[in-house]
């Protein structure tokens, strides 16, 4: 049902490296304006839903086009890398979770995440409330549907000794998990409960940003290039996105009919749910005092540890390669 992937895991890393170095796929000139502007690509992190409202936002009120942008958006999905569009330029801008930013900087691929959309990561482990499960440490015994090459599942598997978990293959469909009643599916707090509830089916989650695993999500993601050769881009497109952000939560309507032209099974009831949720995820957290976008150097180096804790990173990470606030709004 939801996101089996935007995985890079290793594949295609010479590729993706030899397209850095053939270029980006931006305009070299610094000079736009709604008569001259900018064509700009941006890479979604699955099929459009409000977790990336500010930037459909920002196409609806025509706040890219004010602001000299010429943006073009592209959906992702099961088997999209958007690691390996962004560092090969095929796309100047891409959505990632900071995780997978921390993956590839591992192997070498120079990609920067330069906005958080979400503060919190919607990530969730999905229950029956008929099945008795209480705590995190309950999914022991359990059949469990959930993508294993996660660095999510891969750190709370590890944090929390789920060693007697029976793993199901996770294919994107609630099937299993609706068959099942002792059965655990991995989900998005916007997503599956609201698509349970519609079928009368009564369940309850653990939020992972709750058990401790809570990656930046929804990254916006360039490439080293991209950030020496053209920072006044990034300026005016974070500076419209984080202005697309306040126009949804003012435009609802609006822009969720613009997102459902998009992603046509998502309907207008489910992105009202959704946005709804989001709003916390997006305005929240250190967004509360530092603007939509920010990200702390506390939270990346608790991700680096925790992933060198359960064994995904086995490299010292620069955090300053991982990640920039310098050109959010308020830096401008």
Same mark, same amino acid.
């Given at each position: ?72 958006? $592209? =959906? /992702? ?7 390996? %569009?962004? !560092?090969? &330029? ?94 655990? $599916? =991995? /989900? ?7 698509? %349970?509830? !519609?079928? &009368? ?109 359960? &064994? ?21």
């Amino acid at each position: 049902m939801r996101r089996k992937g935007n995985s890079f895991i290793k594949v295609g890393i010479v590729a993706v490296l030899a397209g850095v170095l053939a270029g980006c796929s931006g305009n070299s000139s610094s000079t736009f304006s709604q008569s001259n502007p900018i064509k700009v690509t941006q890479q979604m992190s699955w099929f459009a839903q409000p977790e990336m409202g500010g930037h459909f936002a920002a196409e609806a009120g025509e706040i890219y086009k004010k602001a000299g942008l010429e943006v073009t958006i $592209q =959906q /992702g999905g099961p088997q999209v890398s958007n690691v390996q %569009l962004v !560092a090969s &330029g095929k796309v100047d801008f891409a959505m990632s979770q900071a995780d997978e930013v921390i993956l590839a900087r591992q192997e070498g691929i120079p990609i920067v995440a330069i906005y958080a959309n979400l503060q919190t990561n919607p990530q969730t482990l999905i229950y029956h409330k008929s099945s008795g499960i209480q705590k995190i440490t309950d999914l022991n015994g359990k059949n469990v549907y959930v993508a294993t090459g996660f660095p999510y599942w891969k750190y709370l598997a590890y944090k929390y000794k789920l060693d007697k978990v029976q793993i199901q293959t996770y294919n994107g469909s609630l099937t299993g998990f609706i068959a099942d009643k002792n059965a655990v $599916q =991995q /989900g998005y707090a916007t997503n599956e409960p609201f698509v %349970l509830k !519609a079928q &009368g089916i009564d369940v309850d989650w653990f939020l992972n940003a709750d058990l401790g695993y809570n990656p930046y999500g929804n990254v916006v993601i360039t490439t080293e290039k991209m950030i020496k050769e053209q920072p006044e881009v990034i300026k005016a497109y974070l500076k419209a996105t984080t202005e697309g952000w306040d126009y949804y939560y003012n435009h609802s309507d609006e822009v969720n009919q613009l997102i459902n032209t998009y992603n046509k099974d998502y309907m207008l009831d489910h992105l009202a749910f959704a946005q709804d949720v989001a709003k916390e995820f997006v305005f929240g957290g250190d967004a509360v005092k530092n603007g939509v976008g920010y990200m702390s150097e506390e939270r990346w180096k608790t991700l680096v540890d925790q992933m060198k804790e359960a &064994g995904m990173v086995t490299k010292d990470i620069p955090l300053n390669e991982l990640y920039t606030n310098d050109y959010l709004p308020a830096k401008q």
